[in-house]
């Protein structure tokens, strides 16, 4: 789509009851990232009370019509998806507007690739606007569902606000509040409830650190414009050639409303309301801390759980208790269902969950490991779920047999899960699509990780309903993460791991071997996997970086890397960590044997080096003495370096003799790595996770917040070769 383009979505696809809304950018520096906000607007263009803006404090409607779904890596960086149920849509709404912020100064024209899709609720894509320039804002209007009649219309909008979220949303009616002792009083009861004492901490990166919030008016948003016809209350940018043809071509009963005008001295006059009003700063994280005292007389007695792990023999038995665990807690917490779903096409309504189900298919009838229904208006959604635990994979004619059901039943999707991590472009199981079928069913793939990632956000950081919701989900997650359960994630190297090893020590692994390709897709699922477990700790997104050019197929990407690996013998990754400094690299040197985790920091921008060398060692008093500062040069490598446990009492000796300039430094840790493929201690996919946990409890906690986000001059941030 064009710039103030609009297209009806029944023409499109016959399944739009339900549509996912994906926000996407990507960011040069590997750090740049964004957040998606909604509005519900009437025939007016303003919100019916502050109840229609959803943000990252208000992500889910109360009826389901709206849930934010959360990011996931894509191609060079990430999407931001957003669920619609448009058949809860109520009546009184006339549009719905779909916008993201920035924050700390931040600018959408740093990002790359700021582009817009939209799927119906079978998953397939119906629609595309790709902004080639968003300039200097930091909120932007994306695009927006109307109504038309009985249809629901996509208009792709394309504006700018330069005074964020805060005056996106006064704009359109919102009252802005940046009092959050309620809801962090609210918030730390429900953990009481359940026997935890609670303590407010304020969560890194936040937009209440940053600005956003009360100080911030809607006296001065500049919006730039939308091509098309306005009613005279916004200015628009002067058209082109180009627009004035795309309006013509426009219907007369299908006019583009204008985006409202900034707001006026005279507008702020307007009594406050009576309600709660939103706070656009981030509500802080509420972290549980150890539950009350045991009664236990020792350790020896074990406290009664609700999913016992002990009698699991076979994995056969673990596949149906994990299963039958999963599927009851999903229907009796609503919230933890409705994210699981939400990203499959599934409406919000009554959930009901069941196993064991025998459906008939020619000669011999199908047993699937579970079924998922919703109810919403007397229309059902059903999905198929088929399971596997430890490290049995999904097997293609089995799911192939689950998709001819589907179809023929008219059901909308199967959803596998297991403890492998999907990679985008390359499906876990492939299956034969019948194009002639009218009817189309959603192939959908969890992995328990991700399962327990959810988990942990709802009760360690989001909290639930009720203490009852948020005692199933700490029961859950504690089966999940037992040893005995068989759900633990990705936990496999794979059989082309130990060749490929073999291969790079006696130099006989060549370019363009197909079990190098093998390595780093597994090498990809790990990392993926790493950044589930360390966002479900710290309650942040963690998001895997990809520096590739522009519109770069994953598979090419993937056989450069696997190219690499056998001229060099090196893997690496890089991770974003909101909140942080820099970008948190790891790297395997396979001749080696040596694992290398790091993250550079720009210096400030005044100040003199001695006394950067000395604040940065006082920030690192408690790290390990066996990290490797290194000064980042103006005019390239070779900058000073040493441990920590040298540099302590001679902070000098990081200053270059030439007198270079310092633009940055590199910390580094580096650790022997693991050499089997699997789980053991000495495994290698433990070692790695274990590094990046490491490095991060013990140096990247001390420089969040402490260093200024600017690039770092001369040198590649996250390099994993040091």
Same mark, same amino acid.
């Not at 600018?107 to 582009?115: H, P, Q, T």
């Given at each position: 789509?064009?710039?103030?383009?609009?297209?009806?979505?029944?023409?499109?696809?016959?399944?739009?009851?339900?549509?996912?809304?994906?926000? %996407?950018?990507?960011?040069?520096?590997?750090?740049?990232?964004?957040?998606?906000?909604?509005?519900?607007?009437?025939?007016?263009?303003?919100?019916?009370?502050?109840?229609?803006?959803?943000?990252?404090?208000?992500?889910?409607?109360?009826?389901?019509?709206?849930?934010?779904?959360?990011?996931?890596?894509?191609?060079?960086?990430?999407?931001?998806?957003?669920?619609?149920?448009?058949?809860?849509?109520?009546?009184?709404?006339?549009?719905?507007?779909?916008?993201?912020?920035?924050?700390?100064?931040?600018?959408?024209?740093?990002?790359?690739?700021?582009?817009?899709?939209?799927?119906?609720?079978?998953?397939?894509?119906?629609?595309?606007?790709?902004?080639?320039?968003?300039?200097?804002?930091?909120?932007?209007?994306?695009?927006?569902?109307?109504?038309?009649?009985?249809?629901?219309?996509?208009?792709?909008?394309?504006?700018?606000?330069?005074?964020?979220?805060?005056?996106?949303?006064?704009?359109? @009616?919102?009252?802005?509040?940046?009092?959050?002792?309620?809801?962090?009083?609210?918030?730390?009861?429900?953990?009481?409830?359940?026997?935890?004492?609670?303590?407010?901490?304020?969560?890194?990166?936040?937009?209440?650190?940053?600005?956003? %919030? =009360?100080?911030?008016?809607?006296?001065?948003?500049?919006? =730039?414009?939308?091509?098309?016809?306005?009613?005279?209350?916004?200015?628009?940018?002067?058209?082109?050639?180009?627009?004035?043809?795309?309006?013509?071509?426009?219907?007369?009963?299908?006019?583009?409303?204008?985006?409202?005008?900034?707001?006026?001295?005279?507008?702020? =006059?307007?009594?406050?309301?009576?309600?709660?009003?939103? *706070?656009?700063?981030?509500?802080?994280?509420?972290?549980?801390?150890?539950?009350?005292?045991?009664?236990?007389?020792?350790?020896?007695?074990?406290?009664?759980?609700?999913?016992?792990?002990?009698?699991?023999?076979?994995?056969?038995?673990?596949?149906?208790?994990?299963?039958?665990?999963?599927?009851?807690? !999903?229907?009796?917490?609503?919230?933890?269902?409705?994210?699981? =779903?939400?990203?499959?096409?599934?409406?919000?309504?009554?959930?009901?969950?069941?196993?064991?189900?025998?459906?008939?298919?020619?000669?011999?009838?199908?047993?699937?490991?579970?079924?998922?229904?919703?109810?919403?208006?007397?229309?059902?959604?059903?999905?198929?779920?088929?399971?596997?635990?430890?490290?049995?994979?999904?097997?293609?004619?089995?799911?192939?047999?689950?998709?001819?059901?589907?179809?023929?039943?008219?059901?909308?999707?199967?959803?596998?899960?297991?403890?492998?991590?999907?990679?985008?472009?390359?499906?876990?199981?492939?299956?034969?699509?019948?194009?002639?079928?009218?009817?189309?069913?959603?192939?959908?793939?969890?992995?328990?990780?991700?399962?327990?990632?959810?988990?942990?956000?709802?009760?360690?950081?989001?909290?639930?309903?009720?203490?009852?919701?948020?005692?199933?989900?700490?029961?859950?997650?504690?089966?999940?993460?037992?040893?005995?359960? @068989?759900?633990?994630?990705?936990?496999? !190297?794979?059989?082309?791991?130990?060749?490929?090893?073999?291969?790079?020590?006696?130099?006989?692994?060549?370019?363009?071997?197909?079990?190098?390709?093998?390595?780093?897709?597994?090498?990809?699922?790990?990392?993926?996997?790493?950044?589930?477990?360390?966002?479900?700790?710290?309650?942040?997104?963690?998001?895997?970086?990809?520096?590739?050019?522009?519109?770069?197929?994953?598979?090419?990407?993937?056989? *450069?890397?696997?190219?690499?690996?056998?001229?060099?013998?090196?893997?690496?990754?890089?991770?974003?960590?909101?909140?942080?400094?820099?970008?948190?690299?790891?790297?395997?040197?396979?001749?080696?044997?040596?694992?290398?985790?790091?993250?550079?920091?720009?210096?400030?921008?005044?100040?003199?080096?001695?006394?950067?060398?000395?604040?940065?060692?006082?920030?690192?008093?408690?790290?390990?003495?066996?990290?490797?500062?290194?000064?980042?040069?103006?005019?390239?490598?070779?900058?000073?370096? %040493?441990?920590?446990?040298?540099?302590?009492?001679?902070?000098?000796?990081?200053?270059?003799?030439?007198?270079?300039?310092?633009?940055?430094?590199?910390?580094?840790?580096?650790?022997?790595?693991?050499?089997?493929?699997?789980?053991?201690?000495?495994?290698?996919?433990?070692?790695?996770?274990?590094?990046?946990?490491?490095?991060?409890?013990?140096?990247?906690?001390?420089?969040?917040?402490?260093?200024?986000?600017?690039?770092?001059?001369?040198?590649?941030?996250?390099?994993?070769?040091?």
């Amino acid at each position: 789509m064009v710039k103030g383009a609009n297209v009806g979505l029944a023409a499109l696809s016959e399944n739009t009851d339900a549509v996912v809304v994906s926000l %996407g950018w990507a960011s040069p520096t590997g750090e740049g990232d964004a957040d998606v906000s909604v509005l519900l607007l009437d025939a007016k263009g303003k919100v019916r009370s502050d109840a229609d803006f959803y943000f990252y404090n208000h992500p889910v409607a109360p009826d389901g019509s709206v849930q934010l779904l959360g990011k996931v890596p894509s191609g060079e960086g990430s999407e931001d998806r957003i669920g619609f149920d448009l058949t809860a849509i109520p009546a009184d709404v006339d549009r719905i507007v779909v916008a993201a912020s920035r924050y700390e100064g931040a600018r959408f024209g740093e990002l790359d690739d700021l582009r817009v899709t939209l799927a119906d609720g079978a998953g397939e894509d119906l629609l595309r606007f790709t902004i080639e320039d968003a300039g200097s804002v930091s909120a932007f209007i994306f695009g927006e569902l109307y109504r038309r009649g009985e249809e629901w219309k996509f208009r792709a909008v394309g504006q700018g606000y330069e005074t964020g979220l805060a005056g996106l949303a006064m704009d359109f @009616g919102v009252d802005i509040d940046d009092d959050a002792d309620e809801a962090d009083a609210a918030h730390a009861d429900a953990l009481s409830a359940i026997g935890y004492e609670s303590e407010p901490e304020s969560q890194p990166g936040s937009a209440s650190d940053t600005g956003i %919030g =009360t100080g911030i008016s809607g006296t001065d948003a500049s919006a =730039t414009g939308v091509p098309g016809e306005t009613d005279g209350s916004a200015p628009a940018t002067a058209p082109t050639a180009e627009s004035d043809r795309r309006a013509s071509d426009r219907p007369t009963s299908d006019p583009l409303p204008a985006v409202p005008a900034p707001r006026t001295a005279a507008d702020d =006059t307007e009594p406050d309301r009576a309600t709660a009003r939103p *706070r656009t700063a981030k509500k802080k994280i509420t972290l549980p801390k150890t539950p009350k005292k045991s009664l236990a007389e020792n350790e020896s007695w074990r406290g009664a759980r609700l999913f016992p792990v002990s009698a699991l023999k076979s994995d056969r038995d673990r596949e149906t208790r994990a299963t039958s665990v999963l599927l009851s807690v !999903m229907a009796q917490v609503p919230e933890f269902g409705r994210r699981l =779903t939400a990203a499959f096409g599934a409406p919000a309504g009554r959930m009901e969950t069941f196993t064991e189900v025998s459906l008939p298919h020619g000669d011999t009838p199908r047993r699937p490991d579970g079924v998922i229904r919703v109810e919403r208006a007397g229309k059902l959604w059903t999905a198929l779920v088929e399971t596997k635990t430890n490290g049995n994979a999904l097997r293609p004619e089995q799911v192939q047999a689950y998709m001819d059901i589907a179809t023929r039943r008219g059901y909308e999707a199967v959803i596998t899960i297991s403890n492998d991590v999907a990679l985008e472009g390359s499906p876990l199981v492939d299956v034969k699509i019948d194009g002639r079928r009218k009817h189309k069913v959603a192939l959908r793939h969890l992995s328990w990780a991700e399962v327990a990632h959810q988990a942990q956000l709802l009760i360690r950081h989001e909290g639930v309903g009720n203490s009852a919701h948020a005692w199933l989900l700490q029961e859950l997650l504690h089966y999940l993460q037992h040893d005995n359960s @068989g759900c633990h994630g990705f936990q496999n !190297m794979g059989a082309a791991w130990v060749p490929v090893r073999k291969g790079i020590d006696d130099e006989t692994l060549c370019p363009g071997d197909a079990r190098a390709l093998e390595v780093v897709e597994s090498w990809e699922r790990l990392i993926r996997q790493v950044c589930l477990g360390l966002g479900g700790e710290l309650g942040q997104k963690v998001l895997p970086v990809q520096r590739a050019r522009r519109g770069t197929d994953p598979g090419a990407r993937r056989a *450069r890397m696997a190219d690499e690996l056998c001229a060099e013998g090196k893997v690496g990754a890089e991770l974003r960590i909101e909140g942080t400094p820099g970008v948190l690299a790891v790297g395997a040197d396979l001749r080696t044997g040596r694992l290398r985790t790091s993250v550079e920091i720009p210096v400030p921008d005044q100040g003199y080096p001695l006394t950067w060398i000395k604040r940065l060692l006082r920030r690192l008093a408690e790290a390990p003495a066996d990290l490797h500062v290194e000064a980042l040069l103006e005019d390239g490598p070779g900058g000073p370096r %040493g441990t920590l446990e040298r540099l302590r009492p001679e902070p000098a000796d990081l200053l270059p003799k030439n007198g270079a300039r310092i633009t940055g430094f590199r910390l580094t840790l580096v650790k022997g790595m693991g050499s089997g493929r699997g789980n053991a201690e000495s495994g290698f996919i433990r070692s790695v996770d274990d590094a990046v946990q490491r490095f991060h409890s013990t140096v990247v906690v001390h420089l969040e917040q402490s260093a200024p986000r600017r690039p770092v001059a001369g040198a590649a941030v996250g390099q994993t070769g040091g």
